[in-house]
């Protein structure tokens, strides 16, 4: 089985993957100041809520996009399944055809996104992952990563929203009654997830005529099931996106498997 860990900003997620079927899925709270002493009791007490036994993990993969917390779960790994990870990075094949201006700057989260889309879909893609941001992938006909667009999150909206106005409060993500709110939560309800929505269906539609031609749009990431079901253009949605391309990227760099 190989172990695939995507280190996210808000969350860590946990994966188990042997022959493109997932065994199980796990989330932790990133956070910048754990040791990789207390990284390794998380993940392991995590492994042994789902009976995975460390004998039976092959192999590690770890894309991340925060640079403080790779090395403790690096070393996290190393202590529990006594063997060196594979890292998402420079000199890893992806197999990703990147035109952007700086192509080591393009996020690793998004490279594993896109090699997952690739894998599954036909180009040209939309690749939306909702997560502490909001990214907007887009990769043309003819399989290029060109770029994409990058939008304040869902919860950065709404605490900067509850936290930063004095009479409006903390809410939770819940579905809205209704589209024209009749008070002060119910309008930030609304505002926030038909806002959001709104947001995604007009990104689709500007960047399709950017290109000249209709897209096939994935949406993934921890919030995308609470905004995607009101958008009006055709999404397919796909939580476990990040893990089946780090399986991917690991096989392109596994000539064993």
Do not use: W
């Amino acid at each position: 089985m190989l172990l695939a860990i995507d280190i996210g900003n808000t969350n860590i997620v946990l994966g188990g993957i042997d022959n493109e079927k997932i065994h199980f899925i796990a989330r932790l709270y990133t956070e910048k100041k754990l040791s990789y002493d207390q990284y390794t009791i998380q993940i392991k007490n995590m492994l042994d809520i789902y009976n995975i036994d460390t004998q039976n993990i092959d192999n590690c993969i770890i894309s991340s996009v925060v640079p403080p917390v790779l090395d403790a779960i690096v070393q996290a790994v190393k202590t529990i399944i006594k063997k060196e990870p594979m890292i998402v990075g420079p000199g890893i094949k992806t197999g990703l055809n990147i035109l952007t201006d700086n192509p080591a700057q393009l996020g690793s989260d998004l490279v594993v996104n896109s090699v997952a889309s690739l894998n599954q879909f036909d180009a040209p893609l939309i690749i939306i992952d909702m997560g502490t941001a909001t990214t907007i992938s887009v990769i043309d006909k003819n399989k290029n990563y060109i770029g994409g667009c990058i939008v304040p999150g869902v919860k950065i909206s709404l605490s900067a929203l509850s936290g930063m106005t004095a009479q409006l409060p903390h809410i939770s993500l819940d579905e809205p009654k209704k589209i024209i709110g009749s008070n002060t939560i119910d309008c930030m309800k609304s505002g926030i997830v038909f806002g959001n929505a709104s947001m995604i269906d007009g990104m689709i539609e500007r960047i399709e005529d950017d290109l000249g031609y209709k897209t096939t749009v994935i949406a993934t990431g921890g919030i995308a099931n609470h905004i995607i079901p009101f958008c009006k253009k055709e999404i397919i949605y796909d939580d476990n996106l990040l893990l089946k391309g780090l399986y991917a990227i690991y096989l392109k760099n596994n000539h064993k498997h």
